[in-house]
C-alpha cells in the first residue's frame, strides 16, 4: 500500500486529526530516550481498543510494522521504527477505568502516567508499587512493555510482579485477555510472559494491576560514607544478615556533586558515596531493625547516619535520588545508562571495575543505581557531536555489560534490550536460548511485524553472510 | 512399539543400562490415568534429559516428565505415552548462595530437603523437621548451610513434592498471602524444549529485563513445553518469631466478619486460611483439645517479634468481638506441625478415600463469601461430605470430595456440583482446577475449567514449540 493511501484509511479508523504524518511530525517520532533514531511512516493516536484493533488489522493485512509508544522514555530504542511503519501512540488512552478496592486492582488505559495512578491510589491509602524514576513521564504501557523496577522494587519486586491480566491486540487484530482480577488461573502464565516483551509480541490496551495497602509507617535513612567500598560492603551485609529494606539506593561523589548544583538535597559534598536505606511496613520491630542496620552500617565505616524525623526530611533525601539522571545531564549532553545487574554479593567487585572502565576508555561514570537488587546504572558521561568519544562510550558500555555477565549477573535489570542490547544478549544466552525466544516471538507474530529488529538478535548465520 | 525398542538401546547408551526400567513390575508405578509407559528413564543431568528428550522426538515419542508422582491425577489422561522422565536423579542443590538469598537446585530436589538445607545450627528450619525425618526416608543431604533461611513458598505435599513438580504446576500454599507465587520468587530456569534443546533464562540476580520471561510460560505448563530441569529461586531469612492464632466460630457470618475485619486491619498476616470442621478433623497431628466450631481460621504470623506480638493482641480482639467459639496460639514446633499437616491434608485424605475428587477454585477476592456460601449450600443439599480450605486473602480455595469410589451415586453428584462450582467462580472472574479424579470420571469433569479468550495464543505456543505433540500430550488445558 502506498503511504498516501494508508494515511487515508488510518484517518477513516481515527479520525483525521488524529493522525499525523508531517515531516516534522514523523521527525518528532523518530527518537525515545535512547542514541537511536528512525522514522515511521505514520503515527496514530487511537482513542480505544476498537480503534487499536482497526489499526492493527489494517497493517496486518498490508504487512506494515506497526509499534505501540507510551511517553517514549525508554532507554534501550524500544521505540524507534527502525524497519519504518506506523507507531501506535496512546497518548489518548490515558483513563483509569476502575479502582476496585475490594479486590486491590486498578484498571487502566496503556496511556496513563505511572505518578498519576500512584497519585490517585495514594487518597485511598494504597500503592501502585513499581516506581521508576522516570514516572512523572512514563505510561504503564511502557512499564508493562518494560518491565519497569525502581527504589522500592527491593521489597515489592517489579512491574511483572505488580500486573494481573492485560486487554492485548495480537498481530492480526484479535483482541484478548489474559489473566484477570482473580490469579492463579489454569493454563500459561501469558501475562507473566508478555510483561516486559517491548512491545513485540502484543500491543496492551488495558491493564489490571495490584493494589496494595499502605505502610503504616516508614523510615528513612542517609548512611554517608568515605569510600565506595564501604558503601557496597554495606549493601551486600545489609542482604546478607537477611534484612530487606523497602529500598537500598546508591549514589556515588559524582552523582553527588551533579545532585547538589542542581537540587540541593543536602548530601555531603565531599563523600565518597550515599546510600538512602528505607524500612517500612508495620511499626512494631522496625526501631530494632534500623537499628542493626546503623550496626552493619558501624561496621562497614559508616562517616554519617542522618535519619529523616519529618516528611518532609525524607522527602528531602529522596529529591536528590529522583532528581539525579536530570542533574547529571548538566554535567555533559548526553549519557548512556548501562543497567547491567549482578549478584548482590558482586557489587563491590562490579563498581571496582566500573571505575577501571572509566579510567580505560578516558569517560567520565557516575553511579546512582539501586543497590539492594544489585542493579547498577553506571551512568557514562559524554557529547554525542564528538564521534570518537561515542565511540569509546559504547565500548566502554559494553565492556561493562560484559562483566556484569562475567560476574554471574546480567545485561539488564529493567531497561530492556530493545536496539542498543541487541549484540550483549549474547553474553548470557546460547543461540538455542535465542532461538527458542524466535519461536515464541514467530507463535505470536509469524509475520514480525510487531515491533521487529528488537530483542532478539539476528540468528549466527545470518550475521555470518552479511560479513562475507 | 516397536519404535520404542529400536530406540531403547539408544536410551540405554545415553543413560546407562541400570537407569532404563521397562520391566511390568517397573514401570507400572508410573502409569498416568492407568496409562503405563513402556520405558522408565533416569537421566542423570539436563545434559541427559536433553539426548533422551532429543532421541524422542526423532521418533515422536510421547514423553511425561515425572517428579514424585504427587500431582500425576491432575490433567487429562494422556493421549499417548510411551516414556516417563523421572528427574528422581537430578537431585543436586547446585548452588546454595544464602548471603546473595538465591539457591539453585536441579529439578528433582525435594521440597523437604531444600528447606532442611537452609535450617539454622540448632535446626530450626520452615518445616518441622523431626516430624519428616520420622516420616519418610532420610534427607538427601545431612549437610546444613546453617543460615536460618527459607524458601517462601508452602505448597501441598511438602513431604514428597519435588521442587520440579511444584512449579511445573504453579502449586502455592496459604502463605502465598504474604510471599506470593511461584512466579515472584523464581528468578532463573533451565529446561529442555520438546525438540531437546537446552534453554535457560535469568539467573542469580533478582531483577532481569534481558529478554522474554521463560520462566513464567514454563510455570504451571504442566509438563505440557519441556522438562524443567534446575532453577534459581529467592530466599528469605527465617522469620524472628512464628505463631499460628486459631479461632473458632459457629457460624459464617461471624466467621467471615473476623476474616475481613483483620484483613482490613494495617496488620500483615502471612495466611489467613478459612477451613471447615470436617478439615479441621482431618489434619494430622490434631493432639489438641480444641474445638473447631462450625467454621475454624488460622492465621499464620511470621515477623519480628514485637509484631507478632501486635498482631496476635489485636487479631485475639477482634475474634472475641465476633463470639469466637474457642481460641488457642501455637508457636514455633506447634506452628509448624500445624501448617504442615494442612498441607498434607490432601494427600491423607486420598488415602482414606480412594474415590476422592479435589477441586480447586480461583475467583477474586471479593467473592470469597459468596463463593464459600454457595460451596457449603449445594455441597450439603448434595449430601456430600468435603473438607474446604479457603485462603481467605488471594480468592482461592480448595475442595476435598471424601469419596470412597464405590458409592456411584455420590460420585455422581460430586460431579454435577462441580459443575455448579465452576460456574459460579466464572461469574467470579476465576476459574476451576480437578486436581485429583479417579481415571473413570474425568470424562466428565471440567478438568481445567472453562477455556478463556486466551486458549488460541495458547494453542499457538503449543503448536509453535511442541509441533509433533509428544510432551505430555492431551493432558493439558484444552486438551493440549
Ligand atoms: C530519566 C529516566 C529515568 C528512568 N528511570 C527508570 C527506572 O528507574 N526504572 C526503569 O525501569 N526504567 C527507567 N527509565 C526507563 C523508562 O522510563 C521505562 O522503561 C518506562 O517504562 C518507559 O515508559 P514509556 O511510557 O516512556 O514507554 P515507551 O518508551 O514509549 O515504550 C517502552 C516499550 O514499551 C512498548 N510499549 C509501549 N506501550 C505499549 C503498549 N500499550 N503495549 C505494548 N507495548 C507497549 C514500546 O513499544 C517499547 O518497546 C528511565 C528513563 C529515563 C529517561
Given at each position: 500500500m502506498e503511504k498516501p493511501e494508508l494515511i487515508v484509511r488510518l484517518k477513516e479508523i481515527?479520525?483525521?486529526?488524529h493522525v499525523l504524518s508531517s515531516d516534522m511530525d514523523l521527525e518528532l517520532y523518530s527518537y525515545d530516550a535512547s542514541l537511536d533514531r528512525a522514522t515511521p511512516d505514520a503515527v496514530v493516536l487511537p482513542g480505544s481498543t476498537e480503534e487499536v484493533s482497526k489499526v492493527v488489522t489494517l497493517a496486518y493485512k498490508e504487512k506494515i510494522p506497526f509499534i505501540g509508544r507510551g511517553s517514549g522514555t525508554n532507554l534501550t530504542g524500544g521505540t524507534i521504527p527502525i524497519k519504518g511503519g506506523i507507531i501506535i501512540h496512546f497518548s489518548r488512552m490515558n483513563r483509569i477505568l476502575e479502582i476496585d478496592i475490594p479486590n486491590r486492582t486498578a484498571t487502566v488505559q496503556p496511556g496513563v502516567i505511572t505518578l498519576d495512578l500512584q497519585t490517585h491510589v495514594a487518597k485511598l491509602g494504597f500503592i501502585y508499587a513499581p516506581d521508576p524514576a522516570s514516572q512523572k513521564v512514563s505510561t504503564l504501557g511502557g512499564n508493562f512493555g518494560e518491565n519497569s523496577g525502581g527504589p522500592h522494587c527491593l521489597k515489592y519486586g517489579v512491574t511483572t510482579n505488580h500486573i494481573l491480566g492485560a486487554e492485548v491486540v495480537l498481530d492480526d487484530g484479535t483482541v484478548i485477555w489474559t489473566g484477570g482480577k482473580a490469579q492463579n488461573n489454569p493454563g500459561y502464565d501469558l501475562t507473566g510472559l508478555l510483561v516486559g516483551s517491548e512491545g513485540t509480541l502484543v500491543i496492551a490496551t488495558k491493564l489490571i494491576l495490584k493494589l496494595i495497602r499502605a505502610p503504616e509507617a516508614v523510615k528513612t535513612m542517609l548512611a554517608i560514607y568515605n569510600t565506595i567500598e564501604d558503601g557496597a560492603n554495606t549493601v551486600s551485609a545489609i542482604i546478607a544478615e537477611g534484612i530487606i529494606p523497602a529500598t537500598l539506593e546508591m549514589m556515588d561523589n559524582k552523582v553527588i556533586q551533579a545532585v547538589e548544583a542542581s537540587v540541593h538535597a543536602g548530601y555531603p559534598l565531599d563523600a565518597a558515596a550515599v546510600l538512602i536505606i528505607e524500612l517500612d511496613g508495620m511499626p512494631d520491630g522496625m526501631d530494632k531493625k534500623a537499628e542493626k542496620i546503623s550496626e552493619i552500617c558501624n561496621r562497614h565505616h559508616v562517616r554519617e547516619i542522618r535519619l529523616a524525623k519529618t516528611e518532609s526530611e525524607r522527602a528531602g533525601l529522596w529529591a536528590g535520588r529522583k532528581g539525579a539522571f536530570g542533574a547529571v545531564a548538566r554535567l555533559r549532553p548526553s549519557y548512556m545508562c548501562c543497567d547491567g545487574t549482578v549478584p548482590r554479593t558482586r557489587l563491590p567487585e562490579a563498581l571496582a571495575k566500573v571505575m577501571e572502565v572509566s579510567k580505560k576508555y578516558d569517560v567520565p561514570i557516575g553511579n546512582v543505581f539501586h543497590a539492594g537488587d544489585g542493579n547498577l546504572h553506571p551512568l557514562i558521561m559524554f557529547d554525542e557531536r564528538d564521534e570518537e568519544e561515542k565511540e569509546r562510550v559504547l565500548k566502554a558500555g559494553s565492556e561493562i555489560l560484559k562483566i556484569c555477565a562475567d560476574l554471574g549477573g546480567t545485561i539488564s535489570g529493567e531497561h530492556g534490550v530493545g536496539i542498543e542490547k541487541l549484540k550483549e544478549t549474547r553474553l548470557i544466552f546460547c543461540e538455542q536460548d535465542l532461538e527458542f525466544a524466535r519461536q515464541i516471538k514467530k507463535a505470536f507474530d509469524p509475520m514480525d511485524l510487531l515491533n521487529p529488529g528488537k530483542m532478539i538478535p539476528e540468528p549466527e548465520t545470518t550475521i555470518k553472510t552479511m560479513e562475507f | 512399539m516397536t519404535d520404542l525398542n529400536n530406540r531403547c538401546d539408544e536410551l540405554m547408551a545415553i543413560v546407562g543400562p541400570e537407569h532404563i526400567r521397562t520391566g511390568d513390575g517397573d514401570v507400572e508405578q508410573y502409569a498416568v490415568d492407568g496409562m503405563t509407559p513402556k520405558a522408565v528413564v533416569f537421566p542423570k543431568d539436563t545434559q541427559q534429559v536433553s539426548d533422551v528428550v532429543t532421541c524422542a522426538n526423532l521418533k515422536s515419542l510421547a514423553v511425561i516428565p515425572f517428579g514424585s508422582g504427587t500431582k500425576m491425577a491432575a490433567g487429562h489422561p494422556p493421549k499417548r505415552l510411551d516414556m516417563v522422565i523421572s528427574t528422581a536423579r537430578l537431585n543436586r542443590m547446585v548452588d546454595v548462595d544464602t548471603d546473595n538469598l538465591t539457591f539453585t537446585v536441579e529439578a528433582g530436589v525435594k521440597f523437604r530437603d531444600i528447606q532442611a538445607r537452609l535450617a539454622t545450627e540448632e535446626d530450626r528450619c520452615y518445616l518441622p523437621l523431626e516430624d519428616l525425618e520420622t516420616e519418610t526416608e532420610a534427607f538427601i543431604c545431612s549437610e546444613r548451610s546453617h543460615s536460618g533461611c527459607f524458601m517462601p513458598l508452602d505448597p501441598p505435599f511438602a513431604t514428597s513434592a519435588t521442587i520440579g513438580g511444584i512449579l511445573a504446576s504453579n502449586s502455592t500454599g496459604p502463605r502465598r498471602l504474604l510471599y506470593g507465587l511461584p512466579r515472584d520468587i523464581l528468578t532463573g530456569i533451565r529446561f529442555v524444549t520438546p525438540d531437546g534443546a537446552i534453554v535457560g533464562t535469568g539467573g542469580k540476580?533478582?531483577?532481569?529485563?534481558?529478554?522474554?520471561?521463560f520462566s513464567k510460560l514454563m510455570i504451571g505448563s504442566a509438563g505440557s513445553l519441556g522438562v524443567l530441569c534446575e532453577m534459581t529461586l529467592r530466599l528469605l531469612p527465617l522469620p524472628e518469631r512464628m505463631e499460628t492464632i486459631l479461632v473458632s466460630f459457629d457460624s459464617f457470618k461471624n466467621t467471615s466478619a473476623f476474616v475481613e475485619a483483620i484483613l482490613d486491619a494495617q496488620l500483615l498476616p502471612a495466611a489467613v486460611e478459612v477451613m471447615n470442621k470436617r478439615a479441621f478433623e482431618g489434619f494430622k497431628n490434631n493432639k489438641s483439645d480444641f474445638v473447631p466450631g462450625h467454621y475454624a481460621v488460622a492465621v499464620a504470623l511470621e515477623t519480628y517479634g514485637e509484631a507478632v506480638d501486635r498482631m496476635k493482641l489485636e487479631m485475639l480482639g477482634i475474634a472475641k468481638d465476633f463470639e469466637a467459639e474457642d481460641s488457642i496460639v501455637f508457636s514455633e514446633d506447634g506452628h509448624r506441625l500445624f501448617w504442615h499437616s494442612m498441607g498434607n491434608l490432601q494427600a491423607s485424605m486420598a488415602d482414606r478415600f480412594p474415590g476422592m475428587i479435589t477441586a480447586k477454585l480461583n475467583y477474586q477476592i471479593s467473592d470469597w463469601k459468596n463463593i464459600i456460601q454457595f460451596t457449603d449450600d449445594t455441597l450439603s443439599s448434595n449430601l456430600l461430605e468435603y473438607t474446604l480450605l479457603c485462603h481467605a486473602g488471594n480468592g482461592g480455595c480448595t475442595i476435598n470430595f471424601l469419596l470412597d469410589g464405590d458409592d456411584t451415586a455420590a460420585s455422581e453428584r460430586a460431579v454435577s456440583t462441580i459443575g455448579l462450582l465452576l460456574e459460579q467462580t466464572c461469574k467470579a472472574n476465576g476459574n476451576l482446577v480437578v486436581q485429583t479424579a479417579p481415571t473413570n470420571l474425568k470424562k466428565d469433569l471440567p478438568l481445567w475449567g472453562k477455556p478463556r479468550f486466551d486458549f488460541p495464543v495458547m494453542e499457538r505456543i503449543k503448536n509453535q514449540l511442541d509441533p509433533k505433540g509428544i510432551m505430555s500430550p492431551g493432558c493439558f488445558v484444552g486438551g493440549l
Open positions: 481515527v479520525g483525521s486529526e | 540476580t533478582v531483577k532481569n529485563v534481558s529478554g522474554y520471561d
